[in-house]
């Protein structure tokens, strides 16, 4: 009996030993993130243990006491991703720190779209800390103001610390990108993304700009659906991001987690509009055009409800399928398109290619299909990134290919008119002879209007030689103006002087300078009409007709206000005529006004005008200006207020009396001193000239 007990207890000795042992060798093999170098980061891809939680009931009691250990799975497949799940999952992890000192270590979760994380370990203390983010709490509420999930650790040099994270995200894609990371190291990466973020975005407000400057100047609303799009897509992106709850809805949870559905179903939207109007597909694809209205239809009916709090998730799987639905069949109208003829679809269909990939990368990774990386994550942007240029490619060269019609057209008609002219009688040759000369000589100008930008201004030194005391004060508020000066000598005594101010600053100004200076030239030298009345009616007349004003269907409203004189030399006689500007003569400090008619060039109102000539016979010694509304306009002063019109008289009445250089610089240091740090607001011109 005796040595069977013995024998009972030395067997017993020997389990206890193998399971002691067991037990150690199972925790030195489990895997545990070291901490070894201040400046590393960390990925815990391959340390992390995950138990799925489908009744979302397990606390953190349940999962950390050990009786559910069991259910954690290790982690072998890269970034956990878990497609659309309504599960919540439990993540483990064992940290040791092998450093001295307890450097800023941060857990990061690059995934904006999580809606609820919690964070459970046991301080350095011994007291459980529990921390709480995700994009259904407020964003002012995080511990660190980032569009990614930033949680502080604390931990104890030698220790090892386990961490368990739980993650939920109704009806959303859940993937689990977790690293450790160096405060300091984090801030060096985050600010290399944060310079390719704003590359992007910089990138998307240059095309909506341009595209925006193509439309105001008749180039076509398929310029204006763009830019619909792009900022549509652009808030896509920015949401995705997690911009949004940054920048723009920081305390709303609601707007917070809809603004992606809003901004993708805009997208959309937008995206089919242009797409019918770039390629035409009433006329090209009639049948494939039903289709898209039908797609465009579902779209706009899944926008309005994105914003119905209890149909989200409804809203949220549709708008993945809408994505790919939708780009599938814009790329291959553009496909049947350009097969049928209509070129421009070529850019189109790159276009498409590089965002299609982008979007099923994407779309793939939520739904599980395709693993979590920086590709599929970020497949919308870089997709869409190349198809913002391509399709501003697209729409240039649909314009190109519209010119080069145009003009097969018009060399076409001109080759049937030369044909029938020598069919005709000699008088019918004469005419035609008129035409073509006619027509030489507007093409000389149409070649010229290219380098008219840098050659438009005549030089001043020129109007010294007729009008030796006379200054000219320009200065443009960007590198083109819309102010200009012009000047010619019609006759050996006869001098005629404009300062024209035209709608805006910067490149719409100067096309509309372009416009002015070209009229001028074809009134006053080309046709020799020097009656400043007669100049103002005719420059009206043409600017209207070539802005097409009379047009209902147009919106430019762009127009001039100029004053012109026409000076005699010899006898001191002007005769002026101005739009909404004024001359003004003083003679022995004593200001004399001469006002224009109350109204411009152009314009997009329809009343008769007719402008009237004021006469002014001149004395020796008398100060003429002609000016422009900017620099009265200026802002400036203590109270950041206007110079006005009043301050202006007054300053050319005192210096009046100067030498003409002291004149130009005196208004050269009046104008920057009442500016000071202030912008320039516009284009500034002052003409003068004593008469002698």
Request: glycine fraction near 6%; aromatic fraction near 12%; charge should be neutral.
């Amino acid at each position: 009996m005796k040595g069977y007990i013995q024998e009972a207890l030395q067997n017993n000795c020997i389990l206890a030993i193998c399971l002691f042992l067991t037990t150690q060798l199972a925790f030195a093999n489990q895997s545990i993130v070291l901490l070894d170098d201040p400046h590393n980061v960390y990925p815990l891809d391959a340390f992390i243990e995950v138990l799925e939680d489908k009744s979302n009931g397990i606390s953190f009691q349940q999962a950390s006491s050990g009786d559910l250990d069991n259910r954690f799975v290790a982690n072998e497949s890269g970034i956990p991703n878990y497609g659309f799940s309504n599960s919540a999952y439990w993540v483990r992890f064992k940290v040791l720190n092998d450093l001295d000192e307890n450097k800023n270590w941060l857990l990061e979760i690059s995934q904006p779209q999580l809606n609820s994380i919690k964070l459970f370990y046991n301080k350095p203390d011994g007291s459980l800390e529990i921390k709480t983010t995700g994009d259904h709490y407020p964003f002012d509420q995080r511990e660190i103001s980032h569009p990614f999930f930033l949680i502080p650790l604390e931990l104890q040099h030698q220790q090892i610390t386990t961490f368990y994270v739980r993650v939920s995200s109704k009806h959303e894609n859940v993937s689990l990108p977790l690293r450790i990371v160096p405060m300091k190291t984090f801030s060096e990466q985050d600010g290399t993304i944060q310079y390719l973020l704003g590359l992007y975005y910089g990138l998307l407000l240059m095309v909506i700009f341009i595209n925006l400057f193509l439309y105001t100047t008749g180039n076509g609303v398929n310029n204006l659906y763009y830019v619909f799009y792009i900022i549509g897509i652009g808030l896509l992106q920015f949401s995705l991001n997690g911009l949004t709850l940054k920048y723009l809805i920081t305390d709303s949870v609601f707007w917070g987690n809809h603004i992606n559905i809003i901004a993708a179903s805009f997208a959309i939207i937008t995206i089919l509009i242009f797409t019918k109007s770039f390629l035409n597909t009433r006329l090209y694809i009639p049948k494939q055009n039903k289709f898209i209205n039908i797609v465009l239809v579902i779209a706009i009916i899944n926008f309005v409800i994105a914003f119905i709090p209890d149909m989200y998730a409804i809203s949220y799987q549709m708008i993945h399928y809408l994505a790919i639905l939708s780009n599938v069949m814009v790329f291959a109208a553009a496909v049947v398109t350009f097969m049928k003829g209509f070129k421009p679809a070529r850019f189109f269909i790159i276009a498409f290619f590089f965002l299609i990939v982008g979007v099923f990368l994407y779309i793939f990774k939520n739904f599980g299909v395709l693993p979590d990386t920086i590709l599929t994550e970020n497949g919308i942007q870089i997709g869409s990134g190349f198809q913002v240029v391509l399709l501003s490619f697209a729409l240039a060269d649909r314009i190109k290919i519209l010119k080069e019609r145009q003009e097969r057209s018009q060399k076409e008609t001109k080759k049937r008119l030369e044909t029938k002219v020598k069919e005709r009688t000699l008088e019918v040759t004469r005419q035609k002879e008129i035409i073509e000369a006619k027509n030489k000589d507007i093409t000389d100008s149409i070649n010229y209007a290219q380098k008219i930008q840098e050659t438009i201004l005549p030089n001043k030194s020129n109007l010294k030689d007729v009008l030796p005391e006379s200054f000219i004060y320009y200065v443009p508020k960007d590198i083109v103006s819309g102010d200009f000066y012009w000047f010619a000598q019609t006759r050996a005594q006869e001098l005629i002087l404009v300062a024209m101010d035209c709608t805006g600053h910067g490149v719409p100004g100067a096309f509309m300078s372009m416009i002015g200076n070209d009229s001028l030239n074809h009134i006053i030298i080309e046709s020799m009409i020097t009656d400043p009345a007669e100049i103002l009616d005719k420059m009206n007349k043409r600017v209207t007709k070539i802005l097409k004003q009379k047009d209902e269907r147009t919106t430019t409203r762009d127009g001039m206000d100029m004053s012109l004189c026409k000076i005699d030399l010899a006898t001191g006689k002007v005769t002026f005529s101005g739009a909404n500007r004024p001359l003004y003569v003083i003679r022995e400090q004593q200001l004399i006004i001469q006002k224009g008619d109350k109204y411009s060039i152009g314009g997009h109102d329809m009343i008769n005008k007719t402008f009237t000539n004021k006469e002014v016979i001149l004395e020796k010694g008398d100060m003429v200006y002609m000016f422009s509304d900017g620099y009265p306009d200026q802002f400036g002063g203590k109270n950041n207020r206007k110079f006005m019109t009043r301050r202006f008289k007054s300053l050319l009445t005192d210096m009046a009396h100067l030498d003409i250089l002291d004149q130009e610089n005196k208004l050269d240091d009046n104008i920057n001193q009442w500016k000071g740090d202030h912008e320039q607001i516009d284009d500034m011109l002052v003409i003068g000239f004593r008469f002698t």
